[in-house]
């Protein structure tokens, strides 16, 4: 596998291959890096936590009794 970086100077890019690679498929795929990041930062997910309420006033947490089997 091949993973290279290029900045082109005009629409021709040469690339150079292994010889064990003559003969069979390659697939090849350009885009440019900073493609992919405007669309999936723009998006926000909203969070909210207004699913359950509960009333936690006068709840004392026992560890010993959440840990007993």
């Known amino acids: 596998m091949i993973h290279t970086i290029v ?3 005009n629409n ?19 885009f440019m890096i900073d ?14 936590f207004n699913a359950v309420k509960l009333d936690t006033r006068g709840f004392k947490f026992n560890r010993d009794e959440a840990n007993e089997r």
């Open 7 to 9: 900045k082109p100077n």
């Open 12 to 30: 021709t890019l040469l690339l150079p291959i292994p010889d064990n690679y003559i003969g069979r498929q390659v697939e090849v795929i350009a």
């Open 35 to 48: 493609e992919g990041k405007e669309t999936t930062s723009s998006k926000k997910k909203e969070v909210s």
